[in-house]
C-alpha cells in the first residue's frame, strides 16, 4: 500500500489540517504482461500519450439507502470526471452524454452502450463505507474488441472523508495520471490571488484619499473552496508559492510601505516573516522564490531606483543583481535550475523581457516586445505580459524554439501569467468578462475557463506540486 500525502486544507485567516491523501492499493492492475512477455494492445495504447482514448464514466455504485454516501460519490464522480478532462489525455464523454446508461458492476457492464456513444474505455467506482471514512475504488475497463473486459487501472483508496469528497477525487485524479500516463497531474494544486471583493478601505497607508484594500485568497486548482488568506484591511498583492507549498510570501502595505512577508500555511499563527527588512526608505515588493526555497528575488528601490535584489531566507546575504545602472529592473522570475533569474528593464526604452545569472552577471535582452510578469516554466519557456495597452495579452518565450508566441486572442486585457508545475496550463488575469477574473487556459492557449466570478482579482500564482 503506498500512503501519500497531501496539502493542508484551507480555512479563512487560518489554515487546518485536513489530513493526508487516501492510501491507494494499485491492486489487479495488468498494464503490462509478466516478465519476458510483451505487453497487450491495450496497455500500449495507454501508455502511448499520443493516441487519446474516448472514456466514459457512469456513476458510482453505492450501497442501497445511504443518501448520504450517495451525495459524496456524486461528488467525487463529477471532481474526478472534471480533473481528468482538465489535463486533456483522455476524450472525456460528458456525463449528461452518457445519463442513460445504467451503473453496473463490471461483470454486467453494457458494453453494447458504451460502444455506441464511440467509448473506448469505461472508468468504473464504487462507493462504501468504513467507519466515518469512505472507501473508493476505481477500475479502467476496455470496451471495444480485444480490450473488451480487460482492466487498465485498478485501485482502492481506503481513507477517503465523508466532509471532503472533492479532494478524495483530486488525489485519485493524480494518482490516476502518474500511473497511466506519467503525468503529474495538478488537481490537489492551489491558486493565490488578489482580490478586493471584500470592499474594505485601506487603512495605515499614507496617501490622499483611503484606496481600496486588496486581500489575497487561495483557491483550488478549478477555482473552488475560494478562502480568504489575509484580513488587514492593506493593499495585500503579488503573491508568490514557496517550493513545497506551504510557504507564501506577498507584498504588502501593512506597515504604511510595501514590504514583502511570508507566510506559513502549515503553522497557523506563527509571526510573519520580513526577510527583505524595508522600511519607508526601502521599499520591497514582487517576491519570487528559488526553486530550493532557500532565497527570494525581488524589487527594490533601496539605493535609489528599482533594482532587482536576492536575499536569503533569514534575511541575511543581501545582494543588488543590477546595480549599476539608472534604469527601473523588476518582477524577477527563477530558471527551474535556480541558475538564471529572468526580468523586466527599461533600459532599451520600454519595459522588455531580460535574462541574467542569478550572480547578476550575463544580463541580456530576451525579446523587444514591450513586456511584464514573466514566469519561467520548467518545459522550458516563460510567459509573459505583452502589450503597450490598453489591452494586453499572455505570451510565451520558448527556448526549444526561440521567439515570441501569443497565446490570448486579443480579447479583453489579458494580464499577470503563472504557470502550472506541471508547465500544462497557465492561470492569469482578464477583462473578457467586464471586471478583472482569474482565468486559466492550456500551455497552447485552448480552453480558457474562468476561475473566480466575484469583484476584481488580479496576479494569480500557482502552488508547485503536493507532495504525494
Known sequence: MATRTALIALTALALVAAGTAPSSTLANRPLFAQAGQQPDEFSITLRNAAMHQKVGM???????GDTELAAAA??????LWNDIDFEREFYMIPRKSSAGIPAA?????PYDRWAELGADAVLVG???RKGDEVVVQLRMIGVRGASQ???????????????????????????????V????????TKLAFVSDRDATRVVGRPSQTQAQGKEIYIADYDGANQ????????????????????????????????????????????????????????????????????????????????????????????RNLTAGRPEADLAPTWSPDGGQIAFISDRAGTNQLYVMNATGSGQNRLSGEKADRPTWSSLRFIAFTVGSGPGHDIAIWDFNNPGVKILTDGVGSNEGPAVAPNGRHIAFFTTRWGKQHIAVMDRDGKNIRQITEVGNNTFPNWQPAASR
Open 74 to 79: 456524486r461528488s467525487i464522480a463529477d471532481v
Open 58 to 64: 457512469p456513476d458510482f455504485l453505492v450501497p442501497a
Open 227 to 318: 478562502l480568504r488568506l489575509t484580513a488587514n484591511r492593506s493593499l495585500n498583492i503579488s503573491p508568490a508559492w514557496g517550493p513545497g507549498g506551504n510557504l507564501l510570501a506577498y507584498t504588502s502595505y501593512l506597515s504604511g510601505f510595501p514590504d514583502i512577508y511570508i507566510t506559513n500555511l502549515a503553522t497557523p499563527g506563527r509571526a510573519l516573516e520580513r526577510p527583505a527588512q524595508g522600511d519607508a526608505n526601502a521599499q520591497n515588493q514582487m517576491a519570487a522564490w528559488s526553486p530550493d526555497g532557500s532565497r527570494l528575488a525581488f524589487t527594490s528601490n533601496r539605493e535609489g531606483n528599482m533594482d532587482i535584489y536576492v536575499v536569503n531566507r533569514d534575511g541575511t546575504g543581501l
Open 149 to 179: 473486459g480487460k482492466q487498465g487501472f485498478g485501485a482502492e483508496y481506503p481513507n477517503c472523508r465523508m466532509s471532503n469528497p472533492r479532494f478524495c477525487a483530486h488525489s485519485i485524479a493524480d494518482d490516476f495520471h502518474k500511473e
Open 126 to 128: 464504487s462507493v462504501t
Open 105 to 109: 458492476p463490471i461483470t454486467a457492464l
Open 181 to 188: 500516463r506519467q503525468l503529474d497531474g495538478v488537481a490537489r
